[in-house]
């Protein structure tokens, strides 16, 4: 049997070999996969038509308790737990990897479009032979390509973060250019950011408490924002990195290699995946770790913190504080800048306090997360919007054309980061799109992601449809505005947080099902609490009309979207350090 292994970012090319089935390491919707069986003559699946969103979810979670408590430092800090955002979706691939082992069972010989980790794995499992079709030559020019692509589909600010996450992780250059600075001796409540939406969701809820001041720590440039509240601070965290104990980072990556061993004789998927290399980036990500740990230990030192609260609890640079927060005896409490975080179902539940935004995120906190219910704290922030204004409105068409309009608003997400094939997403959505603006009398808009760039997203549709279409499609970038709130007649989305925005302000919102996440199921749980109206296929889009009609009432039933002052004061409470911290925090 032959097996063509195509990667995410390559095109299947029909000269290259003939095959029996071709593996797409990415996903696209099931249209695409038929053309290209029709114009092939192979079988064409997806490897995440092989999950199953229980059965993965369950083993996930009993995997990465396999490393619990083997990498705890001086400050109580489990760098297993840390390093999960890192591991996690590389074993999720093998899992897939090894149910896809299971269906073909037999020797092969596998044709990987270019050097994988999944190929090698899939070969480990299978035996046979591996052949790799991508050359030394063309490797150059894919790697070419991508810096090419790089360059004209992100904006000077992007192109600069990327490179310093990709060249300075450990802030040798940047802590050079300049000191730690002392902000004033008052008692401060620690807000640690990575990105700019963690930032806004954390000053909204600083604005819940004007009376308190807060530091908003920017671990990274991504995480600063324009204007702060009158009771916020900001500095950078780059000033206060330094070189790291070389003898703890050995001290940890002797216990990592005995952890590693154990890992490997576990369970098959930690087999498969030490034996096709992924375990080699641990030692780099724990030193990344450490440097990371001692920055936040200096700035600790150097302010007078009385407690921290962190919008996502995920995040290595912003879970961290956390944990020191803990170990220095003081109030720890955390939130998520979405509407929904299955990591909280995988790794440790280390803050003394979770706050939920809504009823939906606390049932999922404690339902799905299993988080204790007397550690979760259901307060409502104000709209980070309205404080935070600052979208910036650019589109194809001259500016004047997406001004006092009615829009029908699509709410994008960076389906690359779920290896989706986003020139197939776009192919498949763009033609009933565009249909159910001009049937509706409403102008096409796209709100794009923070991850994503204007430039790249108009190289995308001008790829993709004629030019003068294209010039009668809005894109917004930025911070929501409320004119876009204002505008928006009917919106789309996958699961983004922004559905419950929509429903918040009678917006009709609906969300396409067909490119969710495999797991955990967000839509699931938008659908339990009656956030939006799924759709099941593409073809629903044209339904949207007759929806409306057939149930307009059903779009504005919100749930439980408002929290309690006595909620907002327990929280202001626990901040300052007057109540003790909930009991199941203590254990």
């Known amino acids: 049997m032959k097996v063509l292994v195509l ?36 079988q064409v699946v997806s490897l995440f038509d092989f999950a199953d969103e229980n059965e993965d979810f369950n083993r996930i979670r009993f995997l990465t308790r396999l490393g619990a408590g083997s990498l705890v430092d001086s400050f109580g800090i489990d760098w297993w737990s840390i390093l999960l955002p890192e591991i996690v979706p590389r074993i999720e691939q093998q899992l897939l990897v090894h149910r896809l082992s299971r269906h073909i069972n037999e020797k092969c010989e596998i044709y990987s479009s270019r050097a994988d980790y999944r190929s090698a794995a899939l070969h480990f499992l299978l035996g046979g032979r591996l052949i790799n079709l991508e050359g030394s030559l063309q490797t150059l020019l894919r790697q070419f390509r991508h810096y090419l692509h790089v360059g004209t589909n992100f904006d000077a600010h992007q192109i600069f973060q990327i490179a310093q996450d990709k060249f300075d992780r450990e802030r040798f250059i940047r802590r050079r250019f300049g000191r ?17 939406s963690v930032s806004r969701i954390a000053l909204a809820y600083a604005k819940l408490l004007p009376d308190e001041q807060f530091l908003l720590a920017c671990a990274r440039d991504n995480a600063k924002l324009q204007e702060l509240p009158a009771n916020v601070q900001m500095k950078s965290l780059h000033p206060y990195f330094s070189v790291p104990d070389a003898s703890e980072i050995a001290s940890l990556s002797e216990r990592w290699e005995t952890l590693r061993t154990r890992l490997i004789d576990s369970a098959p998927e930690y087999k498969s995946a030490a034996t096709v290399g992924l375990f080699e980036q641990i030692p780099s990500l724990l030193r990344w770790g450490i440097t ?52 909280m179902a995988i790794t440790t539940h280390d803050a003394d306090l979770y706050v939920a935004k809504n009823g939906m995120e606390h049932d999922y906190m404690t339902r799905v997360c299993g988080i204790d219910s007397a550690k979760v704290l259901h307060v409502a922030p104000p709209h980070p919007v309205e404080s935070f204004p600052g979208s910036r409105e650019s589109e194809i068409a001259p500016r004047q054309d997406i001004k006092n309009q009615r829009w029908l608003v699509f709410f994008t997400e960076p389906y690359a980061l779920g290896s989706w094939r986003v020139e197939e997403v776009y192919r498949e959505l763009l033609p009933p799109l565009g249909a159910l603006a001009e049937r509706s009398g409403l102008k096409l808009v796209f709100k794009l992601h923070p991850f994503e760039s204007e430039r790249g997203h108009r190289n995308l549709l001008l790829r993709l449809w004629p030019r003068e279409k294209v010039r009668e499609i809005g894109i917004i970038t930025g911070p929501i505005s409320e004119k876009l709130w204002r505008n928006a007649r009917i919106a789309l989305t996958v699961q983004s947080s922004v559905a419950l925005e929509c429903v918040a302000r009678g917006i009709p919102i609906f969300l396409c099902g067909w490119l969710g996440d495999s797991f955990p199921s967000y839509i699931r749980q938008y659908q339990r609490f009656g956030i939006g109206h799924l759709l099941e296929n593409v073809g629903q889009i044209n339904d949207i009309p007759n929806l409306l009609e057939s149930a307009p009432v059903g779009f504005n039933a919100t749930q439980d979207l408002q929290s309690q002052g006595s909620a907002t004061e327990a929280l202001r409470e626990l901040l300052l350090g007057l109540v003790p911290v909930p009991i199941a925090a203590k254990g």
């Open 7 to 42: 990667h995410s970012e390559d095109r299947l090319k029909l000269s290259r070999t003939r095959c029996d089935l071709v593996i797409d390491l990415g996903r696209a919707p099931s249209a695409t996969y038929e053309n290209w069986g029709r114009q092939s003559g192979y």
């Open 180 to 196: 730690p600075a002392r902000c004033s001796s008052r008692p401060k409540i620690l807000l640690p950011s990575a990105y700019t």
């Open 292 to 343: 990371i740990r001692d920055a936040w230990k200096r700035l600790f030192d150097s302010e007078n913190i009385r407690s921290c609260f962190s919008a996502d609890h995920t995040n290595p640079y912003t879970r961290i504080p956390v944990l020191l927060a803990r170990y220095a005896e003081i109030p720890a409490v955390a939130c998520h800048h979405g509407a929904l975080d299955s990591w």
